[in-house]
């Protein structure tokens, strides 16, 4: 029988079914927007009103958000919830630590735990700006969530030895000062349990979790521990919508749970959220992920129009295009795969004066390091006399100087012989030969990027003083992508052609900075990674930057063969995430170009319909496939297709830097068999010598040339 409190609440024929269920396991299936906190919060009242007693009730939640809503829609229907254990994984497993008198060391708040992470990196001269903090605070969350640790980590490859010596020496600092992390709420509860013979065994008879798909293995393995024999599970869940597995969760315990004996299965297949426009094009998608739980998801019914591609010429015009089409009727957001993408965006938001809302994580690009160091030459350029820039890159590219040791000196100098400090610090007494070279050469070369306009000094920096040579020898030596060590300062060379002089953009990302340290109360945008947006909803959503390597991005990918398909599918949820936060408007965006150079769309637009014709930017750009199962259908070809690198020299010994190897030198190159245009190139990399099609790698982004010697392409 449904109660009062039930009835108050329209539930549909899915969702009664759910919330009415016989006991033991149930796993509820539930697409995007089919209501899934209703049907949970649903739930606690029907066991309630069966007579459970709340004592035996867990409900779990991920975010504290989420369990304050549900705590809320409880009390609103029942009057209160006391006697019920409500809340997160870690709030919960600290209540029952505190019920069962085991005592809890300090916690490690979340600002402190980045500064020893930033100290340790430094220890190891590792990158330790904000995104280097992050990665490896996410990569240790993704090894304790699988319940790794650092001593039972068997690594070959340098990068991974420092990361597992890193990793240990966290655990060190955190065990001498008596403190843990979140992460160690969880394994310490789950590591409890299971060394004291489960001593909370049938605490709970009814254990309810939301966002099941979310969960990784010790959290897993905890609540497994905390049901009581004869318990019944309900869990609430979205395997399509499983997004955290750098964290260890994994969308298999959905399914594993679902096929325990005697389990039931309920599917909600209705979305209230969307037009019906905007379910057809997500489950179009999302049919394509292969390890998941068939299921239909249907529209309300509700009219809309069909989900649009935007094919703006750059970033810089897709930006203007989206303020372009802003209205103050309902919510905007603004969604994209990576961080950086939302630096365009941001800066004609902040040059127009429109108020937004950014997480800071994702509005931090001016704070790159990299960007710091471009900037540092270009305040040098204003100010020779800028202490903290001259120490900045006086050994950027390397130069073997010691300017924190000779910075008083020269200041002082300086001032006695009436010249700048940058200048003053080649008349250093006791200086080698070399030394007093290298730094008359600074101090020429900072001042040749005077005259310059802001894109052209950055390119200077970057290939005649020599950035990227550092930047790429900087990556060899620690063992990273140089790609990614360079993509900030590709990025800012975009963002400077926006500006007449280097000042200029200075002065722009100190407005970016205040823009962010003020954020309005009422932002007219939203702007958010996909990730972020999870369980959100928007009555517009700009899907931006959906390019080949960014969606799926091919850092994701960069794993063992055997989890590559794993990769490929979570990269494909992910845009399924992002195109179901949409009520009423969908647009997908594609630039013609990123960060300069031509880029072709991502596969996955492809799979949510658009054809061919509609995705080619141009008559003669050829539609790039990422993915490699996925077979081009053939363009009707008039001729034989343009290369447009087929003009470029190649040389035994040059390098390449590409997408998945990184640097490769070239070894051969010939003519390709029978009538196809282009040449056939043999590069060898550290550890394999592959075979490429030269200018369609090009063409597709696949291959670069080191800039030193790329000039100006795109
Ligand atoms: N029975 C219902 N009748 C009317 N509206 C409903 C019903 N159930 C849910 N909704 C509405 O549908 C929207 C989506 O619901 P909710 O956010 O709870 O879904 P969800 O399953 O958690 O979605 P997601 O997983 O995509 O974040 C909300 O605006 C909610 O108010």
């Known amino acids: 029988m449904i109660s009062q409190a039930i009835s108050k609440v329209e539930l549909h024929p899915d969702q009664l079914k759910a919330v009415t269920a016989g006991e033991g396991t149930i796993a509820v299936f539930a697409g995007p927007g089919s209501g899934k906190t209703t049907v949970l919060t649903q739930r ?38 006391s006697g019920l254990t409500l809340g997160t994984f870690h709030s919960i497993f600290l209540r029952l630590f505190h019920r069962m008198g085991v005592s809890v060391p300090r916690l490690l708040n979340d600002g402190e735990q ?11 001269e590792q ?11 996410s990569q240790i969350g993704f090894c304790k969530g699988n319940m790794v640790l650092p001593e039972r980590m068997n690594v070959q490859k340098q990068q991974n030895k420092l990361f597992r010596d890193l990793f240990q020496a966290y655990e060190t600092r955190k065990k001498e000062q008596n403190t843990w992390d979140y992460d160690d709420i969880l394994l310490a509860f789950c590591g409890w349990l299971k060394e004291e013979g489960n001593p909370m065994s049938g605490s709970f008879s009814r254990i309810l979790v939301d966002e099941f798909q979310d969960i990784n293995r010790v959290q897993y393995d905890s609540l497994q521990l905390l049901l009581a024999k004869k318990g019944s599970f309900f869990a609430v869940g979205d395997d399509d919508q499983s997004i955290y597995g750098f964290r260890g969760s994994d969308p298999k315990f959905m399914q594993e749970l679902s096929r325990r004996p005697g389990s039931q299965r309920v599917v909600l297949s209705v979305n209230h959220r969307s037009t019906d426009a905007i379910v057809a094009v997500g489950q179009k998608l999302i049919r394509h992920n292969r390890m998941r739980q068939e299921k239909r998801l249907i529209g309300m019914g509700r009219a809309g129009k069909e989900p649009t591609l935007l094919k703006p010429s750059d970033e810089e015009e897709e930006a203007t295009k989206i303020i372009a089409s802003l209205s103050d009727e309902g919510k905007t957001g603004v969604l994209y795969r990576t961080s950086t993408q939302a630096r365009a965006i941001i800066d004609a938001l902040v040059r127009e004066g429109i108020p937004f809302s950014a997480s800071m994580g994702d509005a931090l690009f001016y704070r790159r390091w990299q960007v710091k160091d471009i900037f540092a030459y270009l305040t040098l350029a204003q100010n020779p006399n800028d202490l903290d820039a001259i120490v900045r890159i006086i050994n950027k590219p390397k130069r073997y100087l010691f300017g924190e040791e000779w910075i008083d000196t020269a200041w002082n ?6 010249v700048s400090v940058l200048e003053a610090l080649p008349e250093l007494p006791g200086l080698e030969t070399y030394q007093k070279k290298n730094l008359s050469q600074l101090a020429l070369q900072v001042k040749s990027l005077c005259g310059l306009g802001a894109r052209e000094a950055i390119q200077e920096i970057r290939q005649r003083i020599g950035y990227d040579r550092f930047l790429t020898a900087y990556a060899k030596d620690l063992g990273q992508e140089v790609l990614s060590l360079l993509e900030p300062v590709e990025e800012l060379t975009v963002a400077a052609q926006s500006f007449e002089w280097g000042i200029d953009l200075l002065e722009h990302a100190d407005r970016v900075e205040r823009a962010l340290r003020e954020p309005s109360p009422n932002p007219r945008i939203h702007l958010m990674t996909f990730h972020k947006a999870k369980g959100l909803e928007f009555d517009r959503v700009f899907l931006i930057g959906l ?8 850092r994701s990918l960069q794993v063992a063969d055997h989890r590559k398909n794993a990769a490929w599918e979570e990269e494909r949820r992910l845009l399924y995430v992002g195109m179901t936060r949409a009520k009423r408007e969908l647009t997908l965006s594609i630039s013609h170009t990123r960060q300069g ?10 799979e949510i319909g658009f054809d061919d014709d509609e995705i080619t930017l141009k008559e003669d750009q050829d539609t790039f496939v990422a993915n490699p199962h996925y077979i081009p259908s053939r363009r009707k070809e008039k001729g034989q297709p343009q290369l447009r690198f087929a003009g470029e020299e190649l040389t035994i010994g040059t390098t390449l830097i590409h997408q998945r190897w990184g640097e490769g030198e070239v070894i051969a190159f ?45």
């Not at 007693?53 to 609103?76: G, Y």
């Not at 100098?413 to 009436?418: A, F, Q, T, V």
């Not at 390019?547 to 091919?554: F, G, K, L, Q, S």
């Not at 394999?688 to 392409?713: D, F, K, N």
Request: net charge positive; aromatic share 4%.
């Open 670 to 714: 010939e003519p390709l068999e029978g009538s196809a245009p282009g040449r056939k190139v043999a590069l060898r990399f550290p550890h394999e010598t592959v075979s490429l099609h030269y200018e369609l790698s090009r063409q597709l982004g696949l291959i670069e040339r080191m800039s030193t010697e790329s000039g100006e392409e795109g």
């Open 547 to 554: 390019h080949a390597m960014t969606i799926p991005h091919r």
């Open 44 to 81: 606690v009242l029907t066991l309630l009103e069966r007579g459970v007693s709340p004592e035996k009730i867990l409900v779990v939640t991920f975010t504290r958000a989420a369990a304050s809503e549900m705590q809320q829609r409880i009390e609103q229907l029942t009057g209160n919830t």
């Open 127 to 137: 990158p330790s700006d904000e995104e280097g903090v992050a990665t490896t605070l």
């Open 114 to 124: 980045r500064h020893w992470i930033r100290e340790l990196l430094k220890d190891k």
């Open 413 to 418: 100098l300086s001032r006695k012989i009436n």
């Open 597 to 606: 150079r031509r880029v072709g769309p991502s596969p996955f637009l492809k």
